[in-house]
């Protein structure tokens, strides 16, 4: 739990210069329309997390914090627009002041700067559902009850759930269908071994009395333990190599004509620069660091691109601007679409040198033929 102890606002909303002092208890604001209220509660939201819920979001157009957090008098000088907290956080037991002005949303002044101390302000600023606003309590009190649990996920932006929930549930059903596939083979193929063994129950001393009474006829010593590397089959005699097989003179001849038709066609001038071209663009794709991941990094970079949501990054929760985080996201998939492309055209130069290479090696003559 974090406590507000006291909070010092400047230039900020409409609050040109302003000091409480809470005392680390539960405080109301109150007072006439226009006269703060709603910028006391901006601050604490931007000094705790570096954005505004009311000034960001669907419905909010051009407004951003940048442009319209700073007072009036200050739109040209942000950095005059700051907020300063004090703060004590009960599970360290340790006072903490966080300053941050509206020039540099994203980073804060954190005083102590200790490990523990930023691993809780970073879990506070990914919980935007710290501040509810007015139109969000009142959309909640005056919803259906049928509507109302739609209701409670959108005031804790938590929208996705439904969503995660139905494509977990998607692949629970799918788990399930191929379990009973799956226990229907198992299932199938004890049948057939206890079937094969000729036993009623497969237990080890069963499989040990019907194994080892074949072994007995085959002159065979017996199992007395299965290992990882224990077959039934242990003991008998492995057949040895097959005889080459005679071929005919004339198509011996013929096939030999064949490879060295090939071998000359392969060492030509036109197949020496087609494996020069595939080897550069082979050489170009390995030197990119994303080649060889390439199939996983899209699929990552698409399902992130997806959960991209206000300025918070999905993965590690890093603050950022949000146009600037989708470009850099479309820019590493273009990428990679690009090196799929490239792999590609490396491949159909490939297919013919080695339908080519391949139709050699099947002329190939064992020196023990005639």
């Known amino acids: 739990m974090i406590r507000i102890n006291s909070i010092v606002i400047e230039e900020f909303r409409g609050i040109?210069?302003?000091?409480?002092?809470?005392?680390?208890?539960?405080?109301?604001?109150?007072?006439?329309?226009?006269?703060?209220?709603?910028?006391?509660?901006?601050?604490?939201?931007?000094?705790?997390?570096?954005?505004?819920?009311?000034?960001?979001?669907?419905?909010?157009?051009?407004?951003?914090?940048?442009?319209?957090?700073?007072?009036v008098d200050k739109q040209n000088d942000p950095a005059k627009a700051r907020v300063i907290v004090s703060v004590t956080i009960a599970s360290l037991k340790k006072t903490v002041s966080i300053e941050r002005n509206v020039k540099s949303p994203g980073s804060a002044t954190i005083i102590p700067n200790d490990a523990d101390v930023v691993e809780v302000l970073r879990h506070v600023a990914g919980r935007p559902e710290i501040m509810l606003s007015r139109r969000e309590l009142i959309r909640y009190?005056?919803?259906?009850?049928?509507?109302?649990?739609?209701?409670?996920?959108?005031?804790?932006?938590?929208?996705?759930?439904?969503?995660?929930?139905?494509?977990?549930?998607?692949?629970a059903n799918a788990l399930k269908r191929q379990l009973v596939v799956l226990e229907a083979s198992v299932k199938g193929a004890l049948e057939n071994l206890n079937r094969a063994l000729g036993i009623g129950q497969l237990t080890k001393e069963n499989i040990f009395t019907a194994a080892n009474s074949k072994r007995a006829l085959l002159n065979l010593p017996a199992i007395a333990e299965f290992t990882a590397t224990t077959s039934l089959k242990d003991g008998m005699a492995v057949p040895g190599p097959a005889k080459p097989q005679a071929i005919l003179k004339k198509q011996a001849m013929a096939d030999i004509q064949a490879a060295r038709e090939g071998l000359e066609a392969i060492a030509g001038s036109e197949t020496t620069k087609a494996v020069a071209v595939v080897l550069a663009e082979l050489k170009a794709l390995a030197a990119d660091p994303l080649a060889a991941a390439g199939v996983s990094r899209e699929n990552f970079y698409t399902i992130g691109i997806s959960l991209i949501e206000a300025e918070i990054c999905p993965f590690c929760d890093t603050k950022w601007d949000l146009d600037a985080l989708r470009t850099k996201v479309q820019k590493k998939l273009e990428h990679l679409k690009e090196l799929s492309r490239k792999r590609k055209d490396v491949e159909k130069k490939l297919l013919p040198l080695c339908t080519a290479e391949k139709g050699i090696s099947e002329y190939a003559i064992h020196p023990d033929n005639p």
């Open 16 to 71: 040109r210069k302003l000091t409480l002092d809470f005392k680390g208890k539960n405080f109301a604001i109150c007072g006439p329309n226009g006269t703060g209220k709603s910028g006391v509660v901006d601050a604490l939201e931007f000094v705790l997390t570096g954005n505004i819920s009311r000034l960001s979001g669907e419905g909010r157009g051009e407004i951003s914090v940048k442009q319209h957090a700073p007072h």
């Open 141 to 171: 009190v005056l919803a259906t009850p049928g509507k109302r649990d739609e209701e409670v996920q959108a005031l804790l932006h938590l929208d996705q759930i439904g969503d995660v929930r139905t494509s977990l549930q998607k692949i």
